[in-house]
Each structure stands twice: as C-alpha cells, then as structure tokens.
C-alpha cells in the first residue's frame, strides 16, 4: 500500500497515527516505526546475546515478525511492550534452538576469586552481563536496562515470578562481585 502521508509528514506525525497506518498495512509507515525503533531493539538484543552480528540478525527477524503480525497488536499505546515481548521471544526462542553464542561459564566462587583485570584488559558492564546465566541475564537486562517491574517481566518472559525475583537478586549480586574488580587506571597514576 503507498503511504498516504509524504514521508516528512510520516517523521513527524505521532507514533500512535504512524502505526495505525501501518496496521492498515502501509509500509512506509511501518519503515518509519522501524526507524525509530531499530536503535533500541538492537540494543536490547546486543545486551541480551553479546553477538551484535547475531542482535542485529535477531532484530531484523523481530521486525520482519512485527511486520507480519502488526495486525494482532490490540493498542497502539502498547507497541513498544509488544515490541519487546517479541524480542524477548525470538531471543529465547534463539536459546531454545540451541544457537546461543559461547559465553564464559564461570562459578560465583571463581568470579569471587578471579584476579583483577590486568592493564589495559577492559571489564566492562557488557562483560560481565555475558557472565550470567541466559535467564539472569535476561532479567537483569529487562530490570535495569528496560526498566520493567518484576511482574512485568515474569509477563513478558513466561518465567514464574519467583524465578524472576532470584534471577535479578542473583545476577545483580553476581554482577557487584565481577564489577568490584573492576578497577580503571587513573590518568594519574602514570604521570610523574
């Protein structure tokens, strides 16, 4: 379907109007809702999986599925949970399969014990996310990084509230340990 608002008025028309006509199945309308929208999903995978060829192919499967499935979505305010849900969806779907990327199994007791970053060796918060279990992972990303409640996770996951609770309690205390290490060199330290 040719749009039928110019493409600048599509860049500045509410989100709400851009996907009602992309639900009506205009796809200019749906390219804007991309565009606005791409940046944030794929850094929502990229934190999630760590691959950020595999996040942007992930995303790109997201908005392929959106694009097919615009039709189901039940309230224009809830495009960008429905969004996420579908990300977290194909990512755990992705999980599932068996293509997850390697990932640095390490023990709590080993991180606690673990010598601190040498010189120049960056740990940073994306690293020590990949340390996490997939589903600690998972939770924490959605806790802190997307701001959702702990219901609002167990919702959008299908993990049991429980879970989701000791998931992020667990990871944020994994996450303290890794990052204690952490220490930055001082632009100080190497001027006499």
Partial sequence: MKSTLPGAALGQADERAVLALAICGDAA??????????????NLLRRLCRDPTLADDLAQQVLLQAWRSLRNLRSAGAFGAWLRRLAINTWRTHLRAGKAPLTEDVDADETAAAE?????????????????????????????SEGMSHSEISDATGLPLGTVKSHVKRGAERLRTLLQAYRPIEANRHVR
């Fill in 29 to 42: 309308a749906f390219s804007e809702l991309v565009r606005r929208r791409q940046s944030w999903l794929r």
């Fill in 116 to 144: 601190p970053p040498m010189p120049g060796e960056q740990l940073d918060l994306d690293r020590a996310l990949s340390r996490l279990s997939d589903d600690e992972r998972l939770c924490i990303v959605l806790a802190y």
